[in-house]
């Protein structure tokens, strides 16, 4: 007999990554519409009060997967190296994660579904894209105060350093038009991205 009941503290956070790894495991082979909360329930071995408590509903739960992913992005930006480095390993990170076969149809079943359930666009910018342009605007303020960048508005740059990242490439990506990058491509394309961003395109003279 399957027990739903609160797991012992010890195993509370290994209960969350397990109901967290079966409900990405069905968005992805059902989309966000066409799954119940039932199915999730039966398939992570939960009650639906479990899911509903930790959670909130359907899209908590989709917006926890996306912080999940995101919180990958954030651990990577450090105060230890030169600006650049930094700049560099996250746009390594980043681009790693983004063009994940798992992140592309995750991102394809938000454009698709998210007019017939905005709360769904709502969970994702706020755990994912909004929560990194919020980290990339506090590392580019602090360099700023240590006379790294040029005195501009630190959310401008972390998002004109996210759209330098993402590129056409991306966008290929994401229609199918290129295979997913191994990591060594994703390193070059990262360390010429973050060379771009930095320094331009324009030859000193």
């Avoid at 992140?103 to 894209?129: H, K, W």
Wanted: some cysteine; overall charge neutral; glycine content about 6%.
């Amino acid at each position: 007999m399957i027990k739903c009941g609160r797991p012992a503290k010890g195993n509370e956070s290994l209960s969350r990554d397990r109901l967290l790894d079966a409900a990405l495991e069905l968005f992805l082979e059902h989309g966000y519409g066409n799954l119940s909360m039932e199915t999730i329930a039966r398939h992570a071995q939960v009650s639906m009060r479990t899911i509903y408590s930790q959670f909130g509903g359907k899209a908590g739960l989709f917006g926890s997967l996306i912080r999940r992913c995101s919180d990958q992005f954030v651990i990577s930006l450090s105060d230890e190296a030169s600006p650049e480095q930094v700049l560099s390993e996250f746009a390594q990170t980043f681009l790693y994660n983004i063009t994940k076969p798992d992140a592309v149809r995750i991102r394809a079943i938000l454009i698709a579904e998210s007019p017939r359930f905005p709360n769904l666009a709502t969970e994702f910018y706020e755990q994912g894209p909004l929560r990194t342009l919020e980290q990339l605007t506090q590392f580019f303020a602090t360099q700023q105060r240590a006379g790294y960048f040029i005195e501009i508005n630190p959310r401008f740059l972390a998002e004109q350093f996210i759209s330098t990242l993402r590129g056409e490439r991306l966008q290929q990506v994401q229609l199918g038009l290129a295979a997913t990058p191994s990591e060594q491509e994703i390193k070059i394309w990262a360390q010429q991205a973050t060379h771009l961003f930095l320094y331009g395109c324009i030859v000193n003279r």
